[in-house]
């Protein structure tokens, strides 16, 4: 069966790093653009960054350029997301997503989340 397992979360300082990692299986990931996805207590839902299935492309959002860096091994069907320069605005559930899509059709996979809380 499809799963996404999110890893690497946890209590991190100001200023701190960490690195999530996001392990697939049940679907063939080289295929797939992957994402991040954040959700912080009484926000919705916001798009992170994302990594495409072929060119390995990136994108971020504004929030998070130049201090979070998504990478992909389709060797090992994974993603990361490399964070730095945490801020508490950073505190959130971070979700994976796989999608597979082609034309107007599109099929999501989502993690479970990892929570992230940056304080001093």
């Known amino acids: 069966q499809v799963q996404l397992v999110e890893s690497g979360g946890g209590l991190v300082q100001p200023g701190g790093s960490l690195r999530l990692s996001c392990a697939a299986s049940?679907?063939?990931?080289?295929?797939?653009?992957m994402s991040w996805y954040r959700q912080a207590p009484g926000k919705e839902r916001e798009l992170v960054a994302t990594?495409?299935?072929?060119?390995?492309?990136?994108n971020y959002a504004d929030s998070v350029k130049g201090r979070f860096t998504m990478s992909r091994d389709n060797g090992k069907n994974t993603v990361y997301l490399q964070m730095n320069s945490l801020k508490s605005e950073d505190t959130a559930v971070y979700y994976c997503?796989?999608?597979?899509?082609?034309?107007?059709?599109?099929?999501?996979?989502w993690g479970q989340g990892t929570q992230v809380t940056v304080s001093s």
């Open positions: 997503k796989a999608r597979y899509q082609r034309g107007s059709s599109y099929l999501d996979y």
């Open positions: 049940g679907f063939m990931f080289s295929r797939y653009a």
């Open positions: 990594v495409t299935s072929a060119a390995g492309s990136t």
